[in-house]
């Protein structure tokens, strides 16, 4: 039986907006960049006979205002939050399961080790972890560049330079509730290209991590910093349809793939 459900959940500086439907072992599906719950509508409405699927926006994102300025450190205030959500829905400690993309890697990772016996399995598609690389610096150079070309000739501009991350194209549309872009550039951009996860601790639990990227992303250089870390926890990249947003253009092909992934971990590299 399905089951819908919506609401607000008050947390400290902000109130978070939520969906949930279906039914079965719970499922958080986390946003990145400047997405919301509505960029996983089609990807729930698949997964909704097989999981009790939740969908959010972050907090300053679509329906999720702030009550104060966005705090620091950005990951751990996006931990702290989905945590709180998942206590909200999930009281009695149940075992969870976690897909994020993008920046929402990023908090599914910082979840997992923050509480592994509660993520039973995280998949990671993308996350922009340029800290992890090599050329570092650089990334971080850039992400400044784009920061600057948004303060002084605005959105549009800004977003032109983030192209070179998708190979030079320009950023499919999503299906959003409000378009975050001055949101997600002011606060969101640099701090989780900044992240480095902690692969040490990521180690001793990478039977629970699935490193995951998009077939038509592999040669971008979104893609890189999931491949490093994949290698780093000896690790294969688990292959999902479409390219960095590839949950929105092949729902169903998505659903499925998730679906098996979340029953059995990624293998280890050969």
């Known amino acids: 039986m399905d089951t819908r459900e919506s609401g607000t959940l008050t947390v400290p500086g902000a109130r978070l907006y939520f969906e949930v439907r279906g039914t079965g072992p719970l499922l958080l599906l986390i946003p990145g960049g400047a997405s919301d719950a509505e960029v996983f509508r089609e990807l729930a409405d698949a997964l909704a006979d097989r999981h009790r699927v939740v969908r959010y926006d972050p907090r300053g994102i679509s329906r999720s205002t702030l009550d104060a300025p966005p705090p620091e450190p950005w990951l751990a205030t996006q931990a702290d939050d ?9 009281p009695g400690g149940e075992p969870v399961r976690v897909f994020g993309s ?3 890697g990023l908090t599914a990772l910082e ?3 923050r509480d592994p016996r509660r993520i039973r399995r995280a998949v990671v598609h993308e996350p922009p972890a340029m800290g992890l690389l ?7 150079a850039f992400f400044d560049e784009v920061y600057a070309t948004f303060r002084r000739d605005g959105v549009p501009a800004a977003m032109d330079r983030l192209c070179a991350l998708f190979g030079g194209r320009a950023a499919p549309d999503l299906p959003e509730a409000a378009d975050n872009s ?3 550039l002011s606060h969101v951009m640099r701090p ?6 902690d692969v040490t601790a990521l180690a001793a639990l990478a039977d629970r991590v699935v490193t995951a990227g998009g077939r038509d992303s592999r040669t971008h250089a979104v893609h890189r910093p999931v491949a490093h870390l994949a290698r780093q926890l000896g690790r294969e990249v688990a292959e999902f349809p479409g390219g960095h947003s590839g949950y929105a253009k092949y ?3 998505f659903a499925a793939r998730l679906d098996a ?10």
């Open 134 to 140: 090599p050329d570092a610096a650089e990334h971080a």
């Open 261 to 270: 992934l979340l029953a059995d971990a990624a293998p280890p590299r050969g």
């Open 182 to 184: 001055a949101f997600f």
């Open 82 to 90: 989905a945590a709180r959500l998942l206590g909200h829905l999930a």
């Open 192 to 197: 989780s290209a900044r992240c480095v996860p």
């Open 111 to 113: 979840l997992l080790l």
């Open 102 to 104: 993008c920046a929402g």
């Open 251 to 253: 729902p169903a092909a």
